[in-house]
């Protein structure tokens, strides 16, 4: 690798060790018939978390959320990561973007209990 490329690439590595070092909690999604499951979690308000989806259905599908900034594509029968996070208290949506009438759920970020 030329080194010109060697620094930007080791900055990007580093990056991403500090964002899944940083996000703790992982939620396992799966999607099948256009449908989340579970459609709905909590995760601690203040917190990097992330989501793991695996899609079963027969067709792509495209996880999406306005409220979480995210986009991803997932293919069948393969498994995406998304980091999302830090969130204020309350509740976001996400979606399939392909199948957005049948394929949707919601997270709510809650304070910590003291």
Same mark, same amino acid.
């Given at each position: 690798m030329p080194r010109s490329l060697r620094i930007p690439a080791l900055l990007l590595a580093l990056a991403g060790a500090?964002?899944?070092?940083?996000a703790d909690q992982v939620v396992t999604l799966t999607v099948q018939n256009h449908t989340f499951s579970p459609s709905t979690f909590t995760v601690p308000a203040g917190e990097r978390f992330r989501i793991q989806l695996t899609n079963n259905d027969d067709s792509v599908d495209e996880f999406e959320?306005?409220?979480?900034? *995210?986009?991803?594509?997932v293919v069948p @029968?393969?498994?995406?990561?998304? *980091?999302?996070g830090p969130m204020?208290? @309350?509740?976001?949506?996400?979606f399939d973007d392909y199948h957005p009438?049948?394929?949707?759920g919601t997270v709510t970020a809650v304070e910590a209990k003291e």
């Open positions: 500090s964002c899944a070092a940083h959320s306005y409220d979480m900034k *995210f986009e991803k594509i @029968g393969n498994t995406i990561t998304v *980091f999302a204020h208290p @309350g509740t976001y949506s996400f009438d049948q394929a949707k």
